[in-house]
């Protein structure tokens, strides 16, 4: 009688590839940001190899390639604040040779996701002092004030939330105060003074 025959060859349990490996290239994006933003471990193309791509056919040295190529971008696109637009043109131009279409377009939803948490984290590394954590404002009638029955003066009510420094246990704490328009425009005149200083120290 003849049965069917069964392929009894021991294989080896499936590799997978380093370019269709989003699940393993992830895990490296967390470790990069951890590492360098978040007080974890030193990484280095050994530790990645052994940590992130033990079960994969990628070897230590493209390994450190990879994890070289990632630090890169995302040390620049942190310094920068780049948009996301800016951040997918340095993948682009920064990962060629290194990183599939598919991990490209993995690595720019990951910034999309994650620079604003990136951004925060830079942000207190580099502030000692007090900061502000959001601001809000409205605008109101004045109608009367000390020795004037009526004014019909617009002014604007502004307030601001001050985040303590980082090494402060002190709490957040609220400021409001008033501008009527020509203080107003002073104020704007001068943060725009501000504004120009801080692009031309950047440019």
């Known amino acids: 009688q003849t049965g ?5 060859t021991i294989r080896p349990p499936l590799i997978v590839s380093l370019m269709e490996s989003p699940k393993h290239f992830g895990a490296l994006l ?19 190899h052994g940590d992130v791509y033990a079960d994969t056919d990628v070897s230590a040295a493209a390994a450190g390639s990879l ?19 800016a ?11 290194t990183l599939s279409p598919a991990l490209q377009e993995l690595f720019v939803k990951f910034w999309r996701a994650q620079k604003a948490k990136i951004h925060e984290l830079v942000f207190k590394r580099v502030t000692w002092n007090n900061s502000m954590q959001k601001m809000a404002w409205r605008i109101d009638v004045k109608t009367k004030s000390k020795g004037v029955a009526e ?4 002014t604007a009510i502004v307030e601001f939330t001050v985040q303590p420094a980082v090494t ?6 609220l400021v409001r105060f008033e501008l009527d328009q020509a203080q107003l425009a002073q ?12 692009v031309a120290r950047t440019t």
């Open 4 to 8: 069917k025959l069964y392929d009894r």
């Open 30 to 48: 967390s470790s990069v940001v951890s590492s360098l933003y978040e007080g974890g471990p030193v990484l280095s193309a050994a530790s990645v």
């Open 67 to 85: 994890l070289q190529v990632v630090q890169t971008v995302i040390q620049k696109a942190a310094h920068d604040d780049l948009d996301v637009d």
């Open 87 to 97: 951040f997918e043109a340095l993948v682009q131009s920064t990962s060629q040779g």
């Open 151 to 154: 004014i019909n003066e617009p």
């Open 168 to 173: 402060s246990k002190a709490s957040s704490k």
């Open 187 to 198: 104020t704007l005149k001068d943060i725009n003074a501000i504004q120009q200083q801080l």
